[in-house]
């Protein structure tokens, strides 16, 4: 697949921009670029990935629990929509062979 067509797979609508406004208000030092952040795979499935030094030596749960707050401060209709929160270290985003940080970096094409 081509870069262009890759980049169109990544759609930002309202609800991604605005999950991407909370979350770069906790976590500035997230890329500009909200297309290695979050991005809305479907019309019933947006994926984010988060990656921030916070989460190193914690277990997903305890990752969980920092951004949930955060979460829930979004309208039900956003939050019900999310289907992967990837939480990573950098270092974990960098050598990860997890299939979805994969996906999240060449997503394939919804068949919705």
Do not use: C
Not at 46 to 69: H, N
Not at 84 to 89: A, D, F, Q, S, Y
């Amino acid at each position: 697949m081509t870069p262009m067509a890759q980049k169109t797979l990544k759609k930002q609508d309202r609800d991604t921009r605005e999950i991407y406004r909370v979350l770069k208000s906790h976590f500035p030092e997230l890329p500009d670029d909200m297309d290695q952040v979050i991005y809305r795979y479907n019309p019933a499935s947006i994926r984010i990935r988060l990656v921030d030094g916070a989460f190193q030596g914690k277990s997903f749960s305890e990752r969980e629990q920092l951004i949930e707050p955060l979460l829930e401060t979004l309208p039900e209709r956003i939050r019900t929509n999310i289907t992967l929160l990837l939480l990573l270290t950098p270092k974990e985003a960098k050598s990860s062979d997890d299939l979805m940080n994969l996906e999240f970096d060449k997503p394939t094409g919804s068949l919705l």
